[in-house]
């Protein structure tokens, strides 16, 4: 297993469109990919209504994306790759 943590540093939170972006990475692999936020909640990277029916992530807060299988560690690079390329 592999993770990765984001900061939010958007001023509107985890947007419904950083939030595509990182749904879109996570189903261009074939890992178990899980979002956790600060407050114990998480769900299925894969889905985007997973995604969405966290509580709302705002600024500074902290995100873990968890990869877990065959390629894990390509998904990782996957989502550092995203971060350097989109603001979050």
């Given at each position: 297993m592999?993770s990765?943590?984001?900061?939010?540093?958007?001023?509107?939170?985890?947007?419904?469109?950083?939030?595509?972006?990182?749904?879109?990475?996570?189903?261009?692999?074939?890992?178990?990919?899980?979002?956790?936020?600060?407050?114990?909640?998480e769900?299925?990277?894969?889905?985007?209504?997973?995604?969405?029916?966290?509580?709302?992530?705002?600024?500074?807060?902290?995100?873990?994306?968890?990869?877990?299988?065959e390629?894990?560690?390509?998904?990782?690079?996957?989502f550092?790759?995203?971060?350097?390329?989109?603001?979050?």
């Amino acid at each position: 297993m592999t993770s990765y943590k984001i900061t939010i540093n958007d001023m509107n939170g985890l947007t419904s469109r950083s939030s595509a972006e990182l749904v879109e990475e996570a189903n261009h692999h074939k890992c178990h990919i899980t979002l956790k936020i600060e407050n114990g909640e998480e769900c299925d990277l894969k889905s985007i209504m997973n995604v969405f029916a966290l509580s709302p992530i705002s600024k500074g807060e902290v995100i873990t994306i968890e990869c877990d299988g065959e390629d894990e560690v390509e998904a990782q690079k996957g989502f550092e790759k995203l971060c350097n390329e989109y603001r979050f």
